[in-house]
């Protein structure tokens, strides 16, 4: 059994006052939800008021992108040990936002991925075909691209590592990645459930080929786009997702609240 994950991703949205807001509703809402990881991604400049915000409780902060380098002259960049310091365990990497606006390519988020790993953050790497790729016939060549290209380049021992605390010993994805089809994204035209599962297989299959078969069944593949309260049912329903990458959702407490409760 993977353990499912519900993450927020703000995006360029929430005040310090907003965030602090949202996390007093929203902290006792999920107090009692023990049966999947929370996570949420505020703006660079939230991050600390989020962490101290969620001190105490399960939910953990992520950062929505970061430099590929761990120092340098990069004006503007912010590096993993910043977000380490900072209080973050999760980066969201390759979000298709970042890919077509700031010309974000797989081999950035290759080098992201790893550098997020060495830093010790869990790297939630998005992936996802656009609307013209699917017309075209090309969804799984684009996945598959992204796939191989990104996470599918690191070695298997960054991919996962065996825990060897159970018996028998288990795989442990370490990183997660966000099938995130691209004309789901802010359009309220979510996947459906069968057509998320089928990316998922397809991708958990390109981890298998790259890695093995025991890495694949580890990997968690969350979904995203336009999940909301009154989908994520459905979604859930199919047992190859492992949980949620959630946008505009995410932003309002108790419907964040609920996705998680749902999930
Ligand atoms: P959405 O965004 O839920 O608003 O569609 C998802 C995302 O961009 O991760």
Not at 34 to 50: E, L, N, R
Request: glycine fraction near 8%.
């Amino acid at each position: 059994m993977r353990r499912r994950v519900i993450a927020g991703n703000w995006k360029m949205y929430k005040t310090l006052v907003d965030t602090r807001a949202f996390f007093s509703s929203f902290l006792p809402l999920v107090a009692a939800s023990k049966h999947c990881d929370i996570v949420v991604a505020p703006p660079f400049t939230a991050v600390s008021t989020a962490v101290d915000a969620a001190k105490g409780s399960s939910v953990a902060i992520a950062g929505q992108n970061l430099s590929w380098s761990k120092e340098g002259a990069f004006t503007g960049e912010v590096s993993a040990p910043m977000l380490v310091e900072a209080g973050c365990r999760y980066v969201i990497i390759g979000h298709s936002e970042r890919r077509q606006l700031f010309r974000e390519t797989d081999d950035n988020v290759a080098k992201k991925t790893l550098i997020a790993l060495e830093s010790g953050l869990t790297p939630i790497v998005c992936l996802g075909e656009t609307q013209e790729d699917r017309d075209a016939g090309l969804a799984e060549a684009v996945l598959s691209r992204q796939f191989n290209g990104g996470p599918g380049a690191l070695t298997p021992e960054e991919f996962s590592r065996i825990l060897i605390a159970y018996e028998p010993p288990e795989e442990f994805s370490r990183i997660l990645i966000a099938y995130e089809p691209v004309w789901a994204i802010g359009t309220g035209r979510t996947a459906t459930p069968e057509i998320a599962a089928e990316a998922h297989r397809m991708l958990r299959r390109c981890a298998g080929a790259k890695f093995s078969v025991r890495h694949a069944s580890a990997l968690r593949i969350l979904y995203g786009g336009s999940v909301k309260p009154d989908n994520i049912h459905g979604l859930m329903a199919q047992e190859e997702l492992d949980g949620a990458l959630v946008g505009g959702a995410s932003l309002d407490p108790k419907s964040f609240a609920a996705l998680v409760n749902f999930a």
